[in-house]
């Protein structure tokens, strides 16, 4: 089959007639069967919906009818998203036969404009973790190179758009789930500024840090998505919504204005990143942009306040999963207590329980009160560092993480997991925009470079990452 690599260039196909969806998606769904035995990328693949809805957008076309702006477009969501009678597992024991009476709000969006879902994927259980090792269905290898994990917790939609099943995923980013197994699989991807899309319908892990992102071929298909997701919902107080998405310009390099925080350019990153991190700067310097190291008083603090705050609303929110109401049910019981024990321990994997019980300990202390309430403050002492930056500068730049792809069987402790997220997270703690923009590293893996902007200016950082994505190509 042919390779697409945009959303214009597949719905100009189908407007020709050099393709019908049916038959693309057809197609699609063969090779998505085969490959999918190899990378994991996929828990559900949706064959009938996928079918269904192709055959009823070709009569649309037929017709002559209003096409939608993503008219015939393989899209994949997270298995964490809610799409109606379709299984929705968090990758978990726990939800490993739930399937939904209701709709994530995003999903109606998306497919009134007429996307094709091509299926659920795969991602770290509950979304907790960094390399979909941690799913209960197993760990998705990186197409790139198989013998490495595609990143997490949205692991599977990076590796089903690397593996070109699909032009877009759709995933949600805590701390960095979107951008880090984008980085991993050589994507663009993007966290959108908190409140910018509905959580409604998405299984919450941490409320105030939880938003849907994307992954894509490109920056533009990127955008397009995140403004049809966009807007507020009666049924999320927390959507907002941002019309922001639709205003990128095009920025000229010499006109940038950039800042780099110095808590990212001392920490500790694979020598070859670092390199390649260093030389981009190089690069924007030599064309005239201006690119500013900055001393910053609380992003160095990110990960500890993060872990706080984070556990803190992941132990009161996986308390749902109790075996009475749905979801996995123990089968030897005495008591009610005893139900609860059992169908918990039996339905959630390691990382879930490690962080029930961080987040409860945090919670139960005698000085909770005290360590919550400092966390708190800290984060709003981030929030005032970025604040602080955005009056001079328009983005931030970091390297989106700060290692490699990890080795499917390399062991790693949960401190040195959760210490490589400095650069992801201080930007859920504030509820900031980021996009992460792939460079190659020459040895067929990639690096992410992270612009962050203010909040509700995510144009700004897809401008930058559009522009960066631009100088990339020319250069290499």
Do not use: W
């Not at 939800?95 to 709000?105: G, H, K, N, R, T």
């Not at 991190?277 to 990110?302: C, I, P, S």
């Not at 930007?427 to 590293?441: C, D, R, T």
């Amino acid at each position: 089959m042919e390779k697409i690599t945009s959303v214009n260039q597949l719905i100009e196909k189908y407007k020709s007639g050099q393709l019908t969806v049916t038959d693309y998606i057809q197609g699609l769904l063969e090779e998505i069967k085969e490959k999918n035995k190899d990378t994991n990328a996929y828990i559900t693949i949706t064959e009938d919906l996928a079918l269904e809805t192709a055959k009823r957008l070709d009569q649309k076309l037929k017709n002559k009818e209003d096409l939608g702006a993503l008219f015939g477009v393989p899209v994949s969501i997270k298995d964490n998203i809610a799409v109606k009678d379709i299984k929705m597992t968090c990758a978990s024991r726990m939800l490993e036969d739930f399937v939904p009476p209701y709709q994530a709000s995003l999903v109606d969006k998306i497919l009134a404009q007429d996307a094709v879902i091509i299926g659920k994927t795969n991602l770290d259980e509950f979304a907790m973790g960094s390399s979909t090792k941690n799913s209960y269905f197993g760990v998705t290898k990186n197409p790139l190179d198989s013998t490495r994990v595609a990143g997490g917790s949205s692991g599977g939609a990076g590796a089903s758009v690397a593996m070109d099943s699909c032009l877009l995923a759709v995933g949600t980013d805590t701390g960095g789930s979107v951008r880090q197994p984008a980085t991993f699989c050589g994507l663009p991807g993007m966290k959108p500024s908190y409140g910018s899309i509905s959580r409604s319908g998405v299984a919450s892990m941490a409320n105030t840090f939880d938003q849907p992102g994307v992954i894509g071929k490109n920056i533009d298909d990127m955008a397009l998505l995140l403004d049809i997701m966009q807007g507020a919902d009666e049924k999320d107080a927390t959507a907002l919504g941002n019309d922001s998405f639709k205003k990128m310009e095009d920025i000229d390099l010499s006109k940038m204005k950039i800042a780099v925080a110095d808590c990212h350019m001392d920490m500790e990153m694979d020598p070859d990143v670092k390199k390649a991190f260093e030389e981009v700067l190089d690069k924007l310097k030599e064309k005239g942009a201006q690119v500013d190291r900055v001393e910053t008083k609380n992003l160095q603090h990110a990960i500890i306040v993060y872990h706080i705050l984070v556990n803190g609303e992941i132990a009161p929110n996986m308390s749902r999963y109790d075996g009475l109401r749905f979801g996995h049910r123990a089968k030897d019981y005495s008591d009610i207590n005893e139900l609860f024990t059992r169908s918990r321990s039996e339905g959630f994997g390691d990382e879930v329980k490690r962080r029930i019980m961080i987040g409860t300990h945090i919670l139960s202390l005698d000085l909770a009160k005290e360590y919550y309430d400092k966390a708190l403050q800290v984060r709003h002492g981030i929030m005032d560092d970025y604040k602080k930056i955005f009056q001079d500068y328009d983005v931030v730049l970091s390297p989106t993480y700060p290692v490699k792809p990890y080795l499917i069987d390399q062991e790693m402790t949960p401190v040195e997991i959760y210490s490589a997220d400095l650069c992801t997270v201080p930007v859920n703690i504030a509820g900031l925009p980021a996009v992460s923009v792939p460079y190659p590293l020459g040895d067929g893996l990639y690096m992410g470079l992270q612009f962050t902007s203010d909040h509700f200016k995510d144009n700004v950082c897809l401008s930058y990452g559009k522009a960066l994505e631009g100088m990339i190509k020319n250069d290499l």
